[in-house]
């Protein structure tokens, strides 16, 4: 079935460093890509996203990588905050032509960021 | 702009019990959708909307109805409670593109606990 999968489960990095977060995803009809944060209480907050056109996309503090080759997906933070502890998680939205292509999650890593 | 608006933020039901879970945006868009989040997982889709008085089924819509009367709304109801949707519900909006929602944003939640 489809899934969207973490290698990482618990990321622990120090303040300053950059910290990598991988995703593995198993739907080769998949074109679309997200990046969520979520805070202790919040909703996701979107981060990033990548379409399967492009292999690596820059915003501020983040890039995010991806593999179609291997069906793999990364987010990297540069500099790591503190602020940057949270769950993040990828998602994916296969192609679907027509209606809702509703996104597929997979079960988050958390992030630790120490100082 | 408040973006996607959820009430309540916390409830307590008794088994048995019905209620309804409002969500709200101001973004104009198209697609709205409920997701709940397990404890370490990730989140499921219950129902979507394409637009006003159009609705189908996620992954997981067994115990929810939906309906979909303006733009704005998309409540969902719990017919009548169990143990099993305690849960965090997450209600999104998404804009159409080329018959494709981009631009998943998420409220803020409605924690629900079912005793």
């Known amino acids: 079935g489809e899934s969207v999968g973490l290698h990482l489960p618990t990321l622990s990095v120090q303040e300053g460093d950059n910290s990598i977060i991988n995703c593995a995803y198993s739907?080769?009809?998949?074109?679309?890509f997200i990046w969520y944060k979520q805070e202790s209480g919040k909703g996701p907050q979107f981060i990033i996203d990548i379409r399967s056109n492009m292999d690596k996309r820059q915003g501020q503090r983040v890039t995010v990588l991806l593999n179609k080759t291997v069906k793999h997906l990364s987010l990297q933070i540069a500099a790591t905050q503190p602020g940057d502890s949270a769950v993040y998680f990828c998602a994916e939205t296969p192609m679907f032509s027509g209606g809702y292509n509703k996104l597929i999650f997979g079960a988050g890593t958390r992030l630790a960021v120490h100082p | 702009n408040a973006g996607v608006t959820q009430t309540p933020k916390f409830q307590v039901l008794k088994t048995g019990q019905s209620m309804t879970l409002q969500c709200a945006q101001d973004m104009n868009h198209e697609y709205m959708s409920w997701y709940r989040q397990d404890p370490g997982m990730g989140l499921r889709l219950i129902h979507y909307?394409?637009?006003?008085?159009?609705?189908d089924q996620g992954e997981v819509p067994n115990g929810y109805n939906v309906s979909r009367s303006t733009t704005e709304d998309f409540p969902l109801r719990l017919l009548s409670a169990a143990p099993s949707q305690t849960s965090v519900y997450f209600c999104?909006?998404?804009?159409?593109?080329?018959?494709?929602?981009?631009?998943?944003?998420f409220g803020s939640g409605t924690r629900l606990t079912v005793v």
């Open positions: 739907n080769s009809a998949s074109d679309y």
């Open positions: 999104a909006s998404s804009y159409s593109r080329q018959g494709r929602a981009y631009g998943y944003t």
């Open positions: 909307s394409v637009g006003a008085g159009i609705t």
